[in-house]
Structures are given as C-alpha cells and as structure tokens.
C-alpha cells in the first residue's frame, strides 16, 4: 500500500494559496460557482427540419380481383402465383355439368318456342282467310292472333335464355382482362365459390406505387398530391420523386393504420412487384409545431414540462408544455415553447428552479446561448439524446 507523504512547508504553503484564492472571491460569487453546473442543451426543431419514415412495398397501380361471374366448383387452377399472364388468358375453370345441364334446358325450351311460333303462325293465316270470307267473326280471328302474338314473346324469351345460357358456359372459364402478372391466390381446385368471389388478385402491367400505412396520430399531417421522397432498398442513397396519390377515409380494423398508396412522379423507376422501400415525408406539414428530444420532458403528476436555460443569466426555469403523441426519439411541443427557447436535454431530473447551469453541446463545447451562430446552434440542436444511460443519469459528470 502506498501512502502519499507531504512535508509541512508544503503543506503551509497549499493552504496559504487556499486562503489567498478565497480572499479574491466574494460570497456570491463563490455560491455561484458552486451551483453552476454543466447541462446539456439543444433548441427545439422545427417539424420541417425533420423526415418521418414509412417502410412501404412496390405495388402495381390496379390490382383487380378476378372472380367467376358464376358460383361452382373450381375443377382447374391453370396458373400459379408470380405467372406472366396476357389478356384472355385462362385462368382457372369452373365444373361445366351443371352449366351443360342448364344449356341443354333452354335449348329445348328454344325449340318448344319455335315449335309453338310456327304451329301458331299457320293457324293465324288459314283464319286471316276465313274471316276474309266471312266464316268466322273478328272476335274469333282476334284470339288466334292474341295466341300468336303470345308465341313471338315466348320464342324471344327462350332465345334470351339461350343466350345468357351460353354465357354461363363461357362464364365457366376464368379469363384474364390484361397484361399482368398473378399477385395473389385466394381459391384452389376443388374449392366451390360463390358468384364474384375473388379467386386471384392481378398486378396489371404499368404504372407502379409504393403502399405505406400511416399511424392514426399522423395521419391528418397528409393529404393527396403532397410530395414524397421514394427510396428502394435495392438501390440505397438514390431517392425519386413522388406523392400522395390515395389515402384511405378508414383505418384497418386491425393494425389501426390507415393505407397510402405513393405514386412515383417518372415511370423510368424500373421497380419491380414486391420490392422493399421507404418513403421519406418532410415536415413542411407541420412546420408550425416544435419537437423536442425526449430526454428533455419531465413530468411531474399530469402535468409535463421543460427547464428552460435564459441566456442572460444562464439559469432554469420551468416551463409547462403541452406535447403530442410521442415518437421515437422526439416529442411534438403543440404549446409552451417558442423556436428560440434553450431547453435542457438530459439529466432533467437533478435540476432545481433558479439553478445556474453552463450550457454545453454534445461536444462539451460551452455556448454561448445570446451569441451562438446559426452553425453552432444546428449543430447542438440535432441532439436527441445522450449516447449512454451513464451520460443522461449523469450529464454533470466531469467532462
């Protein structure tokens, strides 16, 4: 063990310079030295000075659902999923027996109606001449014709019936109406559908958007043709330009979202069905709210608010704020601060009201909060909070 040995002119001397450097200090002064202590400051941030980020997948612009327009059972599935398709292509095929039954049905009810069309039609003319002769009445001739007249509305319906008969039989084949490719599968061979049921979902060829959900708090901050940055996770660093092409009145009754689709502003994107990207939206819809990093709120009961630095005298004062929903990293401050304000942003919890304090950046550079540059004041406000636990449960830590 080592034991540090000091002679006792050295030690009269220490203590004489000790005396010496009081006496040059007043009271108050000495008081505010003491209490001074190093915080952490930043200047709220304008909501147009940051970008929210949205997770989003390429989507073609029209995604039609494809379903028989009769219900049956599904005897073929001709196509997978991710298949090329062309227009007409056969999809999938409905069990034609009972199509082919109802077909045969109204064939023969065609015929019965040509057959009854036909007998009443000679009738009406051997009558035309009796009556011409004068061997039967008007009255009589009228009934023959009234029975004809009934055979001619017989034969066009029967003829009608055939018709949507032979499109039911057409209806039993599942055609593609364009170019596309078969984004998603909702029925299998086997399966009995319902009339209109979607079966497969098209990617129909063409423009192509970037689908993002948006959170219930953010979504009244939208609005449609408000521009957009596009970034694809294949190609990092490269944004395109984009907006707001629609924006769904209801939220998903399960995730709570409400779904966006993002148009790209050019077609020469080149990106392809199912791609990963992000979609970067300014603040420039909020440009009237602040942020402030988290680690500067406090609460105290239902009520949160902030510690203000003023610059002239470099003491706290706390402020009562009212903030929005909380994000990330930052808060939204709706009232209680202004742009130019300095609020403390780590360690809220050790300060005192009156307290003085000298304000550092994340550098441990001292500000000067009534002369800092534009620069300095960017650079300190880009804070959001301290790199460590240690740091923010100790901001005044030697530095």
């Known amino acids: 063990m080592f034991r540090s040995v000091l002679l006792p002119g050295l030690v009269a001397t220490g203590v004489a310079a000790g005396v010496l450097s009081l006496q040059g200090c007043s009271e108050p002064e000495l008081e505010k030295k003491a209490a001074a202590r190093p915080a952490l400051v930043a200047q709220p941030l304008s909501a147009n000075a ?15 659902e494809l379903g028989f327009r009769i219900g049956g059972k599904i005897s073929q599935r001709l196509v997978d999923v991710g298949d090329r398709v062309s227009e007409g292509t056969v999809l999938a095929k409905l069990d034609t027996n009972d199509v082919s ?40 001739f009228d009934s023959f014709e009234s029975r004809f007249d009934a055979s001619v509305a017989q034969l066009r319906q029967a003829r009608a019936n055939l018709n949507v008969a032979r499109n039911q039989a057409d209806y039993a084949s599942l055609k593609t109406p364009r170019d596309g490719v078969i984004a998603q599968r909702l029925a299998e061979a086997g399966q009995v559908v319902a009339a209109g049921q979607a079966v497969f979902v098209l990617a129909v060829d063409g423009d192509r958007e970037v689908r993002i959900d948006l959170p219930e708090q953010d979504v009244g901050h939208f609005k449609i043709g408000m521009p957009v940055g596009i970034e694809l996770w294949s190609r990092p ?151 460590s636990e240690e740091e923010q449960a100790n901001p005044d830590a030697d530095r």
């Open 237 to 387: 660093g490269q944004v395109f330009e984009g907006k707001i092409r629609e924006l769904s009145p209801a939220a998903d009754p399960r995730s709570r979202t409400f779904e966006a689709r993002v148009a790209f502003e050019n077609t020469s994107v080149g990106a392809d069905l199912g791609q990963s990207a992000r979609v970067f939206v300014s603040g420039a819809a909020n440009a009237d709210i602040l942020s402030i990093p988290l680690s500067a709120l406090t609460a105290e009961g239902d009520a949160t608010y902030v510690w203000v630095v003023k610059p002239d005298t470099l003491t706290l004062h706390k402020t009562p704020v009212d903030v929005g929903p909380y994000q990330e990293e930052v808060v939204p401050v709706l009232r209680g601060l202004q742009a130019q304000d300095w609020v403390v942003s780590a360690g809220t919890h050790l300060l005192r009201e009156g307290q003085t304090v000298i304000p550092v950046d994340r550098q441990n550079r001292q500000l000067d909060l009534k002369q800092t540059p534009p620069a300095a004041q960017s650079e300190a406000t880009n804070v959001t909070e301290p790199n």
């Open 101 to 140: 039954l109802r077909l045969d049905a109204v064939r023969a009810q065609m015929a019965s109606a040509q057959a009854d069309h036909k007998l009443a039609n000679s009738e009406l003319e051997r009558y035309r001449e009796l009556m011409e002769r004068n061997v039967i009445s008007r009255s009589q």
């Open 50 to 64: 940051t970008q929210d980020v949205f997770p989003g997948e390429i989507r073609a612009r029209y995604e039609p």
